[in-house]
């Protein structure tokens, strides 16, 4: 039962990741239309897109 619990929390934690991230890209290109912007703030992830729910 304990090996089953770990490998479901991986997965989990994985796949948030690639959605953050992916979040990130779109609110980024959408609000600054820069692919080099869109890189950056794709590779801080969440915490682009925590700062830009705080700032609007």
């Known amino acids: 039962m304990t090996e089953r ?4 929390q991986k997965e989990v934690i994985r796949n948030g990741v ?3 991230s ?3 890209i779109a609110i980024s290109f ?6 080099l912007w869109a890189i950056i703030h ?3 992830s969440w915490f682009y897109v925590a ?3 705080l700032t609007r």
């Open 42 to 44: 794709g590779l801080f």
């Open 18 to 20: 690639g959605f953050g």
């Open 5 to 8: 619990r770990v490998i479901v």
């Open 22 to 24: 992916a979040l990130a």
């Open 51 to 53: 700062y830009f729910v």
């Open 30 to 35: 959408t609000t600054h239309k820069s692919v």
